[in-house]
């Protein structure tokens, strides 16, 4: 006779994110609330200025703000900011009309986790959505080096304003931070290294606590600010997130 063994638990369904909607347009926050709630997404709030977001962000704690840039009373610029300092779990998702504005450079390099244009498509919206709030960055990497590449400032110009320290790196890590800052996603990263993505996985994580990164977006940027990939060579990845 056999005994049975333990009963084995089922795994526990996926959590939907929480989202919090800030644009100054009723149409616009109405519309990605009817697309999101429509796809099993939770949308716990919206917001119609920075100051409201931030109050709003304090109290509902969503997992992922979707943040207008230009609002009246505080852009969202200034409620990124706030919003990342007070809920350090939260992820941003900036919202803009043009993909190639100085703007959406300064909210990657504050802590936004990417963006999105306002014509997004409603499936590409919530997918948006569901990869942020798992702690990843959204990057479109052939967009997002034609803006850091357009905006970023050149490290050859004078001393770098970045509060970096990439000595603490080692030399295969700073290897890895090039790449990353080309938009190679973690199975290119391992192709190009003949490394597993597991050992990727390791070394990325590394460097991000090593040098206090939020996520990829944040390493776009910073790899370009500190010279370590330069305007006109990024690379040819094709690279997901």
């Known amino acids: 006779m056999t005994t049975a063994g333990p009963p084995t638990a089922a795994p526990l369904p996926e959590r939907s994110p929480r989202v919090l909607v800030v644009d100054d347009q009723t149409l616009i926050r109405t519309g990605f609330r009817l697309i999101l709630t429509v796809r099993g997404i939770e949308v716990v709030g919206e917001a119609a200025d920075g100051v409201e977001a931030v109050a709003k962000a304090r109290e509902l704690v969503p997992d992922v703000v979707l943040m207008d840039i230009r609002m009246p009373a505080m852009d969202g610029l200034d409620a990124t900011r706030r919003i990342l300092r007070e809920i350090p779990g ?21 802590g936004a986790s990417g963006f999105l244009l306002k ?13 942020v709030s798992t702690g990843d ?45 080309r938009g190679l996603s973690n199975t290119e990263l391992a192709a190009h290294l003949t490394l ?30 500190t010279g370590l990939v330069r305007p006109g060579h990024g690379g040819g990845a094709g690279g997901g997130h």
């Open 90 to 110: 939260c992820r941003v998702l900036m919202l803009t009309t043009f993909d190639l504005d100085r703007y959406v450079y300064t909210a990657l390099s504050i």
């Open 119 to 131: 014509d997004v498509t409603p499936e590409h919206l919530a997918a948006a959505v569901r990869l």
């Open 137 to 181: 960055a959204l990057l479109a990497p052939s967009i997002t080096r034609r803006l850091v590449e357009r905006f970023a400032p050149d490290p050859a110009a004078g001393p770098s304003a970045v509060p970096v320290d990439l000595e603490s790196l080692t030399p295969r890590e700073r290897e890895v931070l090039t790449l990353l800052g």
């Open 196 to 225: 597993s993505e597991a050992t990727v996985k390791s070394h990325v994580a590394r460097i991000f606590a090593k040098l206090s990164l939020r996520d990829r977006a944040q390493a776009v940027v910073l790899a370009y600010e």
